[in-house]
């Protein structure tokens, strides 16, 4: 590695280089000795030479900026900022308390795994810094929550260091969040679009826990979608498992709304709150949504003529059946007619006798089809109503006439997803995925025909009601 200085150096006759401690984008950070107070303290620099886009020392600049108005005991703190210039370069250098201790990568790395007492621990202390860190005006997001920039002494006490990333919220509501800042595995979803918002960090908290737990990177972790599925690799107790999926959410509305929320439910001072909805009701959305503390019913007017897409199929189907009718027919009359002597004016007889055969078993046949793919879920008004205690009921309405499946009734947990469809036509690529809810190995399958924005809607709701009712095991789309 090609350093600016070595040990021994002294820069602007005050600061004694003694080794290096870190290597960046945003520069080289070096472990040096204050010659005035005799202090060890943590000199970071770069330099002008090196800087291939501006953006980085206007990076620079500001982390200084932010440091010298923080004043915590888990954050190093600011000493002083200066430039030196030569004749061949300018260097910028940013002066701090040094947090001697070892990152939670190192000690990783070393062999050290913490126990589950002790991440717990670990991330309260992480947690009680971002609520100082977001109850400033404006709140402060440090966007690079990860093992590195997380330091541990010797009795436990943790440092957060680096602060190359840190953004104010008005800052990134004026800049629009167009440069993405971050490490690749603790960076939450929205960094990639160069937003961050206050649960953010909360993301990088969690995935940094995850790395604790496990060794492993998050982002060697099994997914779905985009979703770190944790629990293959780790086995950890219910309520922290809970906290936890919450912490690492993929969409940040989903997550703890800030680190204070966070907190305290992980100090059981309180109950994990439900899910909060992600998704809103589509404006031209005709479907009838009714709540209660007791039960949530879901009503659902025809959708099977409400698109092209749905149009085709129906008459498709129709088309199908008749095709399938006269060829079965024609096939009857085929084998039986040389067999069967027909008396003089019995031949129309004969042949709706023959048409009849073919009729049924094949009629019958369609029918199912349509009913449970098409009919009964497209074409009739749909009522679901799903009460507490593992009841739910689906009713199909035509008219006066309704038709009832068998009330779904169990001790399991309801999984609530969408449920994708493998095919390539191109005119139903639309119609790639149906809402289910299951109990054990009972389904119920529903809104084929519905827009995807209102099916990832509904299971939204589904799913939320469920968690606060406490029947519900957590289910991604599969």
């Given at each position: 590695?090609n350093t600016l200085h070595n040990p021994g150096d002294a820069i602007a006759g005050r600061y004694e280089i003694l080794k290096?401690?870190?290597?960046?984008?945003?520069?080289?950070?070096?472990?040096?000795?204050?010659?005035?107070?005799?202090?060890?303290?943590?000199?970071?620099?770069?330099?002008?030479?090196?800087?291939?886009?501006?953006?980085?020392?206007?990076?620079?600049?500001?982390?200084?900026?932010?440091?010298?108005?923080?004043?915590?005991?888990?954050?190093?703190?600011?000493?002083?900022?200066?430039?030196?210039?030569?004749?061949?370069?300018?260097?910028?250098?940013?002066?701090?308390?040094?947090?001697?201790?070892?990152?939670?990568?190192?000690?990783?790395?070393?062999?050290?795994?913490?126990?589950?007492?002790?991440?717990?621990?670990?991330?309260?202390?992480?947690?009680?810094?971002?609520?100082?860190?977001?109850?400033?005006?404006?709140?402060?997001?440090?966007?690079?929550?990860?093992?590195?920039?997380?330091?541990?002494?010797?009795?436990?006490?943790?440092?957060?260091?680096d602060f190359g990333a840190v953004q104010d919220t008005y800052n990134n509501s004026i800049a629009g969040g167009i440069t993405?800042?971050?490490?690749?595995?603790?960076?939450?979803?929205?960094?990639?679009?160069?937003?961050?918002?206050?649960?953010?960090?909360?993301?990088?908290?969690?995935?940094?826990?995850?790395?604790?737990?496990?060794?492993?990177?998050?982002?060697?972790?099994?997914?779905?979608?985009?979703?770190?599925?944790?629990?293959?690799?780790?086995?950890?107790?219910?309520?922290?498992?809970?906290?936890?999926?919450?912490?690492?959410?993929?969409?940040?509305?989903?997550?703890?709304?800030?680190?204070?929320?966070?907190?305290?439910?992980?100090?059981?001072?309180?109950?994990?709150?439900?899910?909060?909805?992600?998704?809103?009701?589509?404006?031209?959305?005709?479907?009838?949504?009714?709540?209660?503390?007791?039960?949530?019913?879901?009503?659902?007017?025809?959708?099977?003529?409400?698109?092209?897409?749905?149009?085709?199929?129906?008459?498709?189907?129709?088309?199908?059946?008749?095709?399938?009718?006269?060829?079965?027919?024609a096939l009857i009359a085929q084998v039986l007619e040389p067999l069967v002597e027909v008396e003089p004016g019995r031949e129309?007889?004969?042949?709706?006798?023959?048409?009849?055969?073919?009729?049924?078993?094949?009629?019958?046949?369609?029918?199912?089809?349509?009913?449970?793919?098409?009919?009964?879920?497209?074409?009739?008004?749909?009522?679901?109503?799903?009460?507490?205690?593992?009841?739910?009921?689906?009713?199909?309405?035509?008219?006066?006439?309704?038709?009832?499946?068998?009330?779904?009734?169990?001790?399991?947990?309801?999984?609530?997803?969408?449920?994708?469809?493998?095919?390539?036509?191109?005119?139903?690529?639309?119609?790639?995925?149906?809402?289910?809810?299951?109990?054990?190995?009972?389904?119920?399958?529903?809104?084929?025909?519905?827009?995807?924005?209102?099916?990832?809607?509904?299971?939204?709701?589904?799913?939320?009601?469920?968690?606060?009712?406490?029947?519900?095991?957590?289910?991604?789309?599969?």
């Amino acid at each position: 590695m090609n350093t600016l200085h070595n040990p021994g150096d002294a820069i602007a006759g005050r600061y004694e280089i003694l080794k290096i401690l870190g290597h960046g984008g945003m520069g080289i950070t070096y472990a040096a000795k204050d010659l005035q107070t005799n202090q060890s303290v943590a000199l970071k620099v770069l330099s002008l030479n090196r800087i291939k886009d501006w953006k980085v020392l206007e990076l620079f600049e500001r982390e200084a900026k932010i440091l010298a108005h923080l004043n915590y005991p888990g954050i190093p703190q600011y000493l002083n900022y200066f430039e030196v210039e030569s004749d061949d370069n300018r260097a910028f250098y940013l002066v701090q308390e040094l947090a001697l201790g070892k990152s939670l990568f190192d000690l990783v790395s070393q062999g050290w795994l913490p126990s589950v007492e002790e991440v717990q621990t670990i991330a309260a202390q992480v947690l009680e810094i971002l609520v100082y860190l977001q109850q400033l005006t404006p709140p402060v997001i440090h966007r690079d929550i990860k093992p590195q920039n997380l330091i541990r002494q010797d009795n436990g006490r943790i440092f957060l260091v680096d602060f190359g990333a840190v953004q104010d919220t008005y800052n990134n509501s004026i800049a629009g969040g167009i440069t993405v800042v971050g490490t690749f595995g603790y960076m939450a979803p929205e960094q990639f679009r160069g937003q961050a918002v206050l649960s953010t960090d909360l993301y990088g908290l969690g995935t940094t826990l995850l790395f604790l737990l496990t060794g492993k990177s998050p982002a060697d972790l099994p997914h779905r979608q985009l979703t770190i599925n944790f629990h293959s690799a780790i086995q950890l107790p219910k309520r922290f498992a809970d906290w936890l999926e919450r912490m690492i959410e993929p969409i940040s509305t989903a997550r703890f709304p800030s680190a204070v929320e966070a907190l305290v439910v992980l100090q059981g001072k309180q109950p994990l709150p439900p899910r909060a909805s992600t998704f809103k009701q589509p404006k031209n959305s005709k479907i009838q949504l009714i709540k209660a503390t007791d039960k949530m019913i879901v009503d659902i007017p025809p959708t099977l003529l409400n698109s092209p897409q749905s149009l085709c199929l129906g008459l498709s189907l129709l088309l199908a059946g008749i095709f399938s009718v006269c060829i079965f027919n024609a096939l009857i009359a085929q084998v039986l007619e040389p067999l069967v002597e027909v008396e003089p004016g019995r031949e129309l007889l004969f042949r709706l006798c023959i048409l009849l055969m073919g009729v049924y078993p094949v009629g019958i046949f369609v029918c199912l089809f349509a009913a449970e793919s098409l009919l009964f879920s497209s074409a009739f008004r749909t009522r679901i109503e799903i009460k507490p205690f593992w009841s739910i009921q689906m009713t199909w309405f035509l008219g006066l006439l309704s038709v009832k499946n068998l009330p779904i009734r169990s001790s399991n947990k309801l999984q609530v997803s969408l449920t994708q469809i493998q095919h390539s036509v191109p005119l139903f690529k639309n119609l790639n995925s149906f809402c289910t809810l299951a109990i054990g190995w009972k389904q119920i399958r529903f809104g084929l025909f519905l827009s995807q924005p209102e099916k990832a809607w509904l299971v939204d709701e589904i799913r939320t009601f469920a968690e606060l009712n406490n029947f519900s095991q957590n289910n991604s789309k599969s």
